[in-house]
């Protein structure tokens, strides 16, 4: 970055929202003295309420790390994060908990669900611990199964079940969605149902969403793509429209 | 070393908890066979090594009064080896401070001196008695070590009314009295109880019984007929008031020893098999479990092209080390419990020497066959892996039962949370079954040790509360008119009196037959009481005898039967009676007539030969020092010593075993416990963490993989209660022990203190569970399965 790219803590193109996510000088290093790894460096960010991220980058760049302090799962070396008023920098683990269960819906590659539970369950399960959870039904119909209800993980398609995933995210309508590689294991066709989810839940539901992917191609989908490399970001992105996940190639 | 066995000794270390607790159960197995059997075998070599160095005589045969020139007679009878003649005589012991009268026996040594030729002495210190010394007496060890007698000190004794004193120049064993009591009683009282060995001249004196023997051992040739022998003793005897020769089988030390060593070997075999049969089961869920929760390792391996034997060596290897290790552990604490407990028969049996005997092949038996049944276990597993397509097997189980319907109902409108652990449960029936099984056969090993109390309390208030009232039995030098009660009534102290006639009897019913005492009661006894299978108190029809249930069982003979009733004094006459009545007994074997006709029976007046007291407690000291200077006083037994000399020995045999099964239970509910949880959290961490990654506290994570194992917990308890009972149950109706009836009494505090014990061991694996899943790697949840 250093001036030859633009600051991350730059207001984005798209708008005037103020930031939710903010980062500041954030580093996380694992191990100590010759053996210790960097895997961010000096980082420097803004995330505005309602934006859809894509964290773009090789292997070891940093983008897990920076997914995971910003969903209150490790906490930095040195530097602030702040999602809000709420400090993750230093926050203890109920704190993060706290955090997390309040505010945060994530998705993973493999999409963890509870296989003795069926979608629906699967769903409530997620909206029995929410303040204010929308119906099962109707997150299950946001991401397109409202005709699954009472399958099991073991009689979905890998397709269907991170969909039911996606849904468990959002059931609580979370102010954030983290999402990291989640069509990392599924073909394009299915991957595209994915991206619709997580595309109609940022802008139905209003959560901010970041997803971590290799594939450059979903960057059309984002707001902003965040280029990431040795711990730092080395380029952002700024589209002017949102590719829908019907429109992606890859 | 090859990279698969490099994998398994790391798998040894990860698995440290897992491998501890299943060689744990390995080592609970192995330790109990080794202690019961070890224990067993030593008894049993200890007893055959003593036998045979001290010749122990093989048929036993008491007389009033015989002369010395019938021994060449009888050393004619065919079959007859060896014949001895001897004299012996009850004794009252002048023990100064004895709390309650010091009984004894004196038994003669040759005249010739040194040992006799039958039941050698093994002397401890000293040496027999001179010849010519006839005031040196050998004490039995037994005595010796409780009141600490040393050669040189000096003991009275009333013989025939006489009092003589002794010096003691030795201390001995007996291969006759290995285990000694007063006559009737079936426990050991060492302080109370003395055995005198001094020469023949002494005792004959004292007993007027110069040139005749009361007492007659002999061994047999081989090949002889023991009935063929005794038979034809009864015959030359009977004129010289023979009391009826007999086996060692009725010989009472042997017969205790028998039936303790048939006990143990009913213990050694049942409680054994029982705990090892659950620790093998165990063995192969756990064990079998942990190789399923590795299914997609063992599937990588397959589709990296490992033929399945290396891959099924590699696992048995694991439980090699697995077993090795518990095998290790079992037989050194198997060895350390059986020498303990061998400990705690020293008192019961006095042997010179009674080393703890473990032969090699019982711990290697034992390990082989944990090994075999834990391999079952894995092979079992292992195969139903290996049997899947390679590609299914990389991809994590999914549990059969959990796609279908049936399945999609249960909790019904209860929360998601709480349909996970209930969907958990009845996903997979068989392995929650099994998990259940395996906590409530953790009930019955902590009850087993526990309900001996219990039955011995139930024991104590039975005999002592219910049926023998009486505070003391007086046993009189020869049977006394019945106005002797009326003179022991107005003793000072004595509450209330009743006279009894004890006579020798063998009876016999088809080819079974069995020497016992059989007691006269007088009508509406109240100090001893007969009392039947519900408890009430049977009045004795005056046309037959009472057996007690199991005296019947082991005659073979029900109420109404008849057996034939061989009185072995006096006139030595048979008569045939119909069993009138069952009693119950707890201790010994009773045979019980109304008193009248039992004097009737023997033709003679109404006589007595002992009395049951009731006495005032402030009164007791006193009275025990006028009954011990009665001449006409043989023994006083008081059951407040036998009460104590009870709790004393059998409490702390009790004790060990109670302590023993007890750690063995903690170990068996930790194991299954712990290493379900292990397992479940092996399998499903991947779904907690991403659980906790959602918002989800420890605590609420903890409870849903924990909650499964609650429920199992909740359910498998009262189970393992009802089969304790019927261990319980099964593992008394295997003893075969004359000397006492255990009833199969379980106190609800019993039961309580096991489930809470095995709910203890639940929380603590739970707890432990616990704080791995506290631990539980986040971040990892994020990032696919590898």
């Not at chain 1, 398609?157 to 990392?184: F, H, N, W, Y």
């Not at chain 2, 590795?294 to 599937?299: G, I, K």
């Not at chain 2, 009232?469 to 030098?477: K, N």
């Amino acid at each position: 970055m250093d001036g030859a790219v633009p600051s991350a803590g730059d207001p984005p193109a798209t708008g005037g929202a103020p930031p939710i996510f903010v980062a500041r000088a954030l580093c996380k290093s694992y191990g100590s003295g010759e053996a210790a790894v960097h895997a961010l460096r000096d980082l420097d960010l803004d995330i505005l309420q309602g934006e859809f991220v894509v964290l773009i980058g090789p292997s070891g760049s940093g983008k897990s790390t920076l997914l995971n302090i910003l969903g209150g799962l490790d906490t930095p070396s040195s530097g602030r994060a702040a999602w809000r008023d709420h400090e993750l920098a230093g926050a203890d683990e109920a704190a993060l908990t706290a955090y997390r269960r309040e505010h945060v819906g994530f998705v993973f590659q493999s999409y963890n669900l509870i296989p003795s539970l069926t979608a629906r369950e699967n769903v409530e399960l997620v909206a029995e611990i929410a303040r204010d959870p929308m119906r099962a039904e109707e997150a299950l119909a946001l991401v397109g199964l409202s005709h699954r209800l009472g399958h099991f993980p073991g009689q979905l398609s890998g397709g269907e079940q991170q969909r039911v995933a996606v849904a468990r995210a959002i059931v609580k309508r979370p102010d954030a969605l983290l999402c990291d590689e989640p069509t990392g294991a599924l073909d394009v066709e299915t991957g595209k149902l994915v991206l619709s989810a997580i595309s109609r839940a940022n802008r139905e539901v209003g959560a901010t969403t970041v997803v971590i992917t290799h594939n450059a191609a979903i960057a059309g989908m984002a707001d902003r793509v965040l280029h990431m490399g040795g711990g730092r970001i080395v380029a952002i992105e700024a589209n002017r429209r949102r590719l829908s996940p019907e429109e992606l190639v890859w | 070393m090859s990279m698969l066995d490099r994998k398994m000794l790391r798998d040894v270390l990860a698995l440290r908890g897992q491998v501890l607790t299943i060689a744990l159960l390995i080592g609970a197995g192995v330790a109990v066979l080794v202690m019961s059997v070890g224990t067993f075998l030593s008894l049993r070599g200890a007893q055959q090594t003593f036998y045979a160095q001290s010749h122990f005589a093989e048929v036993f045969a008491e007389v009033k009064r015989a002369p010395r020139t019938l021994l060449p007679q009888i050393a004619e009878i065919p079959g007859v080896a060896i014949v001895e003649g001897r004299v012996t005589g009850e004794a009252r012991v002048d023990w100064p401070g004895a709390e309650v009268p010091v009984a004894g026996r004196i038994v003669s040594l040759p005249l010739a001196g040194g040992q006799p030729a039958l039941n050698r002495l093994r002397l401890l210190v000293g040496r027999l008695p001179e010849p010519t010394r006839h005031e040196e007496a050998v004490i039995h060890a037994a005595f010796a070590e409780a009141r600490r007698v040393r050669p040189g000190e000096e003991i009275a004794v009333i013989l025939n009314g006489r009092r003589q004193s002794f010096r003691i120049v030795g201390i001995a064993h007996s291969p006759e009295f290995v285990f000694t009591s007063r006559p009737g009683s079936p426990l050991p009282d060492d302080r109370g109880y003395v055995l005198l060995f001094v020469n023949e001249t002494a005792v004959a004196r004292a007993f007027d019984m110069q040139g005749a023997f009361s007492e007659l051992v002999l061994t047999l040739a081989p090949g002889a007929s023991e009935p063929a022998v005794i038979a034809e003793l009864d015959r030359l005897l009977q004129p010289w008031g023979g009391r009826g020769a007999h086996g060692r089988r009725d010989q009472p030390s042997h017969r205790f020893l028998e039936d303790e060593l048939a006990e143990q070997r009913t213990l050694a075999v049942t409680v054994p098999l029982i705990f090892f049969g659950i620790a093998a089961f165990l063995l192969n869920v756990v064990l079998g479990r942990m190789v399923e929760a590795q299914r997609e390792q063992v599937a990588a391996l397959k589709a990296l092209g490992y033929p399945s034997f290396p891959i099924a060596a590699h696992y048995a290897k694991f439980v090699a080390v697995v077993c090795g290790l518990g095998a290790a552990l079992g037989v050194a604490a198997g060895a350390w419990m059986g020498e303990g407990m061998l400990g705690n028969y020293r008192p019961f049996f006095r042997f010179p020497e009674m080393p703890y005997l473990l032969p090699a092949w019982l711990p290697l038996l034992a390990a082989a066959a944990s090994f075999a049944f834990a391999l079952l276990g894995v092979l079992a597993a292992l195969r139903r892996i290996l049997r899947l397509p390679a590609a299914e097997g990389l991809r994590p189980p999914r549990p059969a039962a959990l796609g279908a319907g049936a399945l999609g109902s249960v909790g019904g409108r209860l929360s998601a949370r709480a349909k996970i652990p209930l969907r958990g449960l009845l996903g997979r029936p068989i392995r929650t079954g099994l998990t259940m099984l395996g906590i409530a056969l953790a009930v019955p090993m902590v009850v087993l040790g526990l309900f001996w109390w219990d039955a011995l309390d139930s024991m104590v208030a039975l005999q002592f509360d219910r049926i023998e009232r009486g505070d003391a039995f007086v046993a009189l030098t020869d049977p006394r008119p019945a106005r002797a009660v009326r003179e022991m009534a107005r003793l000072p102290g004595v509450l209330a009196v009743e006279g009894q006639r004890i006579v020798p009897v063998r009876l016999r019913a088809a080819q079974r037959s069995h020497l016992l005492a059989l007691s006269g009661l007088p009508e509406g006894a109240t100090l001893r009481v007969p009392r039947d299978a519900d408890l009430r108190p049977v009045q004795i029809p005056r046309e037959g005898v009472a057996l007690s249930r199991r005296l019947a069982e082991r005659l073979g003979v029900r109420e109404g039967d008849r057996v034939q009733v061989e009185v072995l004094e006096g006139a030595r006459r048979s008569h045939d009676l119909p069993v009138v009545a069952l009693v119950e007994d707890i201790i010994g074997l009773t045979a019980l007539m109304e008193i009248g006709a039992l004097n009737r029976l023997l033709r003679e007046d109404d006589l007595i030969s002992h009395v049951a007291l009731r006495v005032d407690p402030l009164a007791a000291q006193a009275l025990w020092q006028l009954l011990a200077e009665r001449p006409r006083v043989a023994a006083t037994s008081v059951k407040a010593v036998w009460l104590r000399v009870f709790d004393e020995v059998i409490a702390r045999m009790v004790l060990t075993s109670a302590v023993i099964l007890t750690g063995f239970g903690i170990i068996i509910a930790v194991g299954v416990v712990y290493n379900s949880a292990r397992v479940a959290l092996q399998e499903r961490g991947w779904e907690m963490a991403s659980l906790r990654v959602l918002g989800f506290t420890r605590q609420e994570v903890a409870r849903l993989l924990l909650g499964e194992l609650a429920v199992a917990v909740l359910i498998a308890v009262p189970l393992g209660l009802a089969l304790a009972q019927g261990f319980v149950a099964l593992i008394l109706g295997a003893r075969n022990n004359e000397s006492f009836d255990i009833p199969a009494t379980i106190s609800p505090a019993t039961f309580a203190t096991a489930a809470l014990v095995v709910l203890g061991a639940a929380a603590a694996s739970a707890i432990v569970v616990r704080r791995r899943i506290d631990r539980l790697d986040l971040v990892a949840a994020l990032k696919a399965r590898e």
